[in-house]
């Protein structure tokens, strides 16, 4: 029998047997089911694996894996299909890389819609490395890792760097210097870059990782300084599509003000977004297709060594610099406190 007829009869056999059981669920095909899984988590997805034959499998057709280690202990990482998984007796932390190990070994080999690796513990970097090198192997579209290494940091694997197939990419340091900064990348798919509680220097920036994303369209810095008493004084962002730029609880210290300052040449930014203490931000010109801007200013008031009326001056005179070059936004968000700032 052909492999087309055979496909259709299985077919016309499930839905009869999904006639006489009453279970639409089961009749959809392979593919919009592991579509459905794909919104729950991982751990969430293997337990499907008992609710009959028709799902002992599906899950190692999953396109998305999202694997969290928490820093609470009662997080199980148990076997869910006793045929495929073994219960061990290790550590937290063990059982949970065997357990991301045998997942991924088990696992049927497609690509990846999405990847996130979220870790609140410290684990080894090979296991990292491993689980990086797997995402990227099957060419991870959207890809999330939070980073916990206390021996040094973690560097990214060059299979990642150059990827065709990053769309979007998270990338969260528990503490600073947890994941190396790539001072250089070709990723021409990226559209969406997230950067968080990362220190630029002028080991680890020169302007090229931003380059190497000829695409980028969405640019996130969150809890991101220049690292003080260091050569580089200014982060260049050169984005040609860039449209969306947002800068939150920039981390620079008072005492960096006047030196540390943000560069910006996008000339198709749409939207810009800033919360927290103030840096400079230089845009090259004035934004044509700015659309909306949202400030959200503070400054601190309880550092007895600088004066709060001399600070709240300066941070002043600098916003308003920067409200300059703002002015064709349609729509200008600014909160109490900025205002109070003005």
């Not at 580089?232 to 449209?243: E, G, M, Q, Y």
């Not at 503070?298 to 920067?322: D, G, H, W």
Request: hydrophobic share 40%; net charge positive.
């Amino acid at each position: 029998m052909e492999p087309r007829k055979k496909l259709k009869r299985n077919q016309e056999k499930r839905e009869e047997r999904c006639d006489e059981d009453l279970d639409r669920l089961s009749c959809l095909p392979d593919s919009i089911l592991t579509h459905i899984l794909s919104f729950l988590d991982t751990k969430s997805v293997i337990r499907t694996s008992v609710l009959s034959k028709r799902y002992k499998l599906l899950w190692t057709m999953s396109p998305c894996l999202d694997f969290k280690l928490t820093e609470l202990l009662s997080d199980s990482f148990d076997s869910y299909d006793a045929s495929v998984f073994s219960q061990g007796k290790s550590s937290h932390v063990v059982s949970f890389m065997a357990y991301v190990n045998r997942i991924m070994q088990f696992r049927e080999h497609s690509n990846l819609v999405a990847f996130r690796l979220s870790l609140h513990k410290d684990v080894c970097l090979d296991f990292a490395q491993k689980c990086i090198d797997y995402a990227a192997h099957h060419k991870v579209q959207h890809l999330r890792l939070r980073g916990f290494f206390k021996r040094k940091p973690f560097a990214l694997p060059e299979m990642l760097l150059n990827s065709s197939s990053l769309i979007t990419l998270h990338l969260h340091n528990a503490t600073c210097n947890c994941i190396e900064l790539p001072i250089s990348a070709a990723l021409p798919s990226l559209k969406v870059l997230c950067l968080k509680n990362f220190e630029f220097c002028d080991r680890n920036f020169s302007g090229g990782l931003f380059v190497g994303c000829p695409n980028l369209e969405t640019l996130v810095l969150i809890k991101c300084c220049i690292r003080p008493v260091d050569k580089l004084k200014a982060l260049d962002v050169n984005c040609s599509n860039l449209k969306n730029l947002e800068i939150e609880y920039w981390r620079s210290p008072w005492r960096c003000f006047d030196e540390h300052m943000i560069n910006v040449n996008a000339p198709k930014l749409a939207f810009f977004k800033f919360q927290g203490h103030l840096v400079r931000v230089n845009f090259k010109d004035v934004l044509p297709c700015l659309e909306r801007a949202c400030i959200d200013l503070c400054y601190p008031t309880a550092c007895f060594m600088v004066n709060a009326n001399e600070r709240k001056q300066m941070i002043s005179e600098s916003f308003l610099s920067m409200l300059h070059h703002l002015c064709n936004a349609r729509l200008l968000s600014l909160s109490l406190k900025t205002v109070e700032v003005l």
